[in-house]
């Protein structure tokens, strides 16, 4: 598949915008109001069009955007779950959604892909911005639906849930088909990092990695007025102290030779993930560079979508949307 274009807005460290172009889409622009994020894509993508700037400041006019692009992909900030949603003091991540919503009729792609929380695919507390997408999409004419994917379902070793909203012009509404399982069985921690955890000799590599025999909790990277780095909340870090790992902060460094690991001794004892371990949990290949200091690339890889979910999802609109494609083709 050729030929299919995307604008990525809160684009962060490019893991929508990867699994997009592993899919085949190529994108028009990409955009992000973070310093770190915007010199991730750049390094990884030279060529790529990329904006340093807010969504909510952005101006598609004034950047020259095409109107023919075939979808506009958001994978935004997690809309807060609180008892504010609905109120008239909407919350930035709240404002960033609408904002996305707002931007289809400034560009008018033929689908739309907005990533976030799984609770905004059938949640209660989450109605009023269901409500809001589904009335505005419907005005511009098109059929939407909301759905809730697990990135340990195609191949990404973490259980990661996302609730997805595809939008789709409605002629050509029926032929989308949510994305189904790539893998039977789930990819392990131990199977993942393995290779990593041993690569400056450790001796307990192999060990620890027979340990770590599931699947990582969700990675969790925080925002920018929160501390340091870790890998998530209280139940997330008993998870990973059942696999030997030290969860309440990052490591700066793999393991070397004089390293022991005895879980029954306390954290100092448990091996720390890295950043660079961290974005493998995430399913980024060992060549996507994150930039910035260490609290800063962990932020970033927590924040992604996952390149494989990506690309999954990309699939599925490029079947949708290659019946356009093949007429104009052969025309």
Sequence with gaps: ?????????????????????????????????????????????????????????????????????????????????SATVGRADSSTEERLLEAAVYLVHAIRPRAVLIENVPGLAHSDEYRRLRDFARAELAHLGYEFSWFVMNAVDFGVPQSRKQGVLVAVERHRARAFRPPTATVREPTTVGAALGPSMASRGWRDAARW???????????????????????????????????????????????????????????????????????????????????????????????????PVGEALGRAFAEALSGDLEA????
């Excluded at 104009?328 to 025309?331: D, E, L, N, Q, R």
Aim: net charge negative; aromatic share 6%; hydrophobic share 40%.
């Design 1 to 81: 598949m050729s030929g299919l274009t995307f604008v990525d807005v809160c684009s962060g460290a490019g893991g929508l915008a990867h699994g997009l172009e592993r899919a085949g889409f190529e994108p028009r622009l990409l955009l992000d109001e973070d310093e770190a994020a915007v010199t991730t894509l750049r390094t990884n993508r030279p060529r790529w069009n990329v904006l340093h700037t807010d969504l909510l400041d952005f101006d598609p006019a004034e950047h020259r955007v095409s109107y023919d692009v075939d979808l506009l992909a958001a994978g935004l900030p997690r809309v807060k779950s």
């Design 209 to 307: 990695a027979a340990q770590a025999d599931r699947p990582a909790p969700t990675l969790v990277g925080g925002s920018k007025n929160r501390g340091g780095a870790d890998l998530g909340p209280t139940g997330a870090k008993r998870t990973w102290a059942t696999m030997g790992v030290n969860a309440h902060t990052l490591g700066d460094t793999v393991p070397g030779p004089e390293f022991i690991w005895d879980p029954e001794l306390g954290r100092d004892n448990m091996v720390k993930i890295t950043a660079e371990q961290a974005a493998l949990l995430q399913g980024f290949p060992e060549s996507w560079a994150i930039a910035g200091l260490k609290t800063a690339r962990y932020r970033q890889i927590g924040h992604a979508t996952p390149p």
């Design 328 to 331: 104009s083709a052969a025309g």
